[in-house]
């Protein structure tokens, strides 16, 4: 039996839907000098924007007030909000007048953009790009659109009924291969 499950390879990348429907994966990176391997992440082709909780790295609270700080006081570092579908209406319109006034430190729900340099996915190595990262949130680390439309992604059943996503930069003989193994495809 062939295994279904493999990220083994540098020229494409391929997950398997798990039982909860959603395609995770590892992520490894550098971000601010800092190096994270095989980090837990979604694959959400729902969101815009790549996001990085960075709790959820592993940093402690104390360390995150300190880089939140750190980014509410640099000019330099771009500053969003974003909010979740049960965030009132209230609460936004008093965020808002927050982020206006620049009393970042009391947002939660305040993002930074910063650089994942040397970012991959599994084994295929992507480069680097923009990302947000949030200093209070703890919600899954979400690959959003931002970064996978970098790349020609199927999503197919195997041959033994499992749903697959196959996603690489460049379509090679070994991708094709691997995906004609879930769909009927030839190269013409």
């Given at each position: 039996?062939?295994?279904?499950?493999?990220?083994?390879?540098?020229?494409?990348?391929?997950?398997?839907?798990?039982s909860k429907n959603e395609f995770r994966t590892t992520a490894s990176f550098e971000l601010n000098g800092m190096y994270f391997s095989a980090v837990n992440v979604k694959i959400d082709t729902g969101c815009p924007h790549t996001s990085f909780p960075v709790?959820?790295?592993?940093?402690?609270?104390?360390?995150?007030?300190?880089?939140?700080?750190?980014?509410?006081?640099?000019?330099?570092?771009?500053?969003?909000?974003?909010?979740?579908?049960?965030?009132?209406?209230?609460?936004?319109?008093?965020?808002?007048?927050?982020?206006?006034?620049?009393?970042?430190?009391?947002?939660?729900?305040?993002?930074?953009?910063?650089?994942?340099?040397?970012?991959?996915?599994?084994?295929?190595?992507?480069?680097?790009?923009?990302?947000?990262?949030?200093?209070?949130?703890?919600?899954?680390?979400?690959?959003?659109?931002?970064?996978?439309?970098?790349?020609?992604?199927?999503?197919?059943?195997?041959?033994?009924?499992?749903?697959?996503?196959?996603?690489?930069?460049?379509?090679?003989?070994?991708?094709?291969?691997?995906?004609?193994?879930?769909?009927?495809?030839?190269?013409?």
């Open positions: 039996m062939r295994k279904i499950f493999s990220m083994m390879n540098n020229e494409f990348l391929e997950i398997k839907l798990n709790l959820k790295l592993g940093i402690s609270e104390e360390t995150a007030y300190k880089l939140k700080q750190k980014d509410c006081f640099d000019n330099s570092i771009a500053k969003t909000i974003s909010f979740g579908v049960n965030d009132s209406k209230a609460k936004r319109d008093d965020d808002k007048k927050k982020f206006k006034s620049k009393r970042f430190m009391e947002l939660n729900s305040i993002s930074f953009k910063h650089t994942a340099n040397s970012f991959s996915l599994g084994n295929l190595m992507l480069g680097n790009f923009p990302i947000s990262v949030s200093y209070d949130r703890t919600g899954n680390i979400l690959i959003g659109m931002d970064i996978l439309r970098n790349l020609n992604i199927f999503i197919g059943n195997s041959t033994i009924g499992e749903t697959i996503l196959l996603a690489c930069k460049n379509e090679t003989q070994t991708f094709v291969a691997e995906l004609s193994k879930l769909i009927n495809v030839k190269r013409v």
